[in-house]
């Protein structure tokens, strides 16, 4: 079945330390890779995106994740996290020929101490 | 405009009630869906609709009715639910692909906090 797999449940950093959360996804052909993220009490918003071309996406608010297709992993960095950081992190993907349904890792809780 | 708007904010329904769940965007999607979050979980696919048409339903309980009137608005009625289905309702759009298809890029709204009673 198709998945993903994010590697951390729950992150701690202090401010400016540099982020990695990891994202792997189950082999389907073609994919779109997502991260979404969901900053507390507020609505999931899309955070970055990769359809196709050069595999390191910029986001907002400085993430970037890169997509390595040999690994089937998408991994989402930020070089100095700040407070306002704190949040979940949900990669999901969508394989080619679907509805363009979404499927979910099971998100990574960051959590930045000033 | 850029925003999927849901209403009511929150909701609290007794098992023998019927309510229903609204969900709008004006950004001319036309992929709209419908997800279910438990608290510290992702969501959970629900329904698709595709051009106003229903086009995948992920084997959710017929108490569970959607409905699509047209291209900006999603309906979710419910009826006769049971205190598991307590949870948040996530309404989302997405663009579809300039070759067809749809891009899997979706905005969601803020979610309907649904308590069953």
């Known amino acids: 079945a198709q998945s993903v797999s994010q590697h951390n449940h729950h992150v701690i950093l202090s401010e400016a330390a540099s982020l990695e959360l990891g994202c792997n996804y189950s082999y389907g052909g073609t994919v779109n890779l997502f991260w979404y993220v969901q900053y507390p009490g507020q609505h999931l918003q899309l955070l970055l995106k990769?359809?196709?071309?050069?595999?390191l996406v910029k986001g907002i608010k400085g993430f970037e994740a890169e997509f390595i297709k040999s690994k089937f992993s998408f991994n989402l960095r930020k070089p100095s996290v700040q407070w306002s950081d704190t949040a979940e992190y949900f990669c999901a993907v969508t394989y080619g020929g679907s509805q363009g349904n979404l499927i979910f890792g099971k998100g990574t809780k960051l959590s930045v101490k000033p | 405009d850029t925003e999927v708007t849901q209403t009511p904010k929150h909701l609290v329904m007794g098992m023998t009630n019927k309510k229903s769940l609204k969900c709008e965007q004006h950004?001319?999607?036309?992929?709209m869906y419908w997800y279910k979050q438990k608290a510290k979980k992702p969501p959970e696919l629900m329904f698709v609709y595709s051009y106003e048409k229903l086009s995948i339903n992920e084997s959710v309980p017929s108490r569970f009715s959607p409905e699509c009137p047209n291209s900006s608005l999603l309906n979710l009625h419910l009826h006769a639910l049971q205190p598991e289905d307590s949870a948040l309702y996530l309404c989302?759009?997405?663009?579809?692909?300039?070759?067809?298809?749809?891009?899997?890029?979706?905005?969601f709204g803020p979610g309907t906090r649904l308590t069953v009673t």
């Open positions: 990769y359809f196709s071309g050069d595999p």
């Open positions: 989302a759009s997405s663009p579809l692909r300039a070759l067809g298809g749809v891009s899997g890029e979706q905005y």
């Open positions: 950004m001319g999607h036309r992929a």
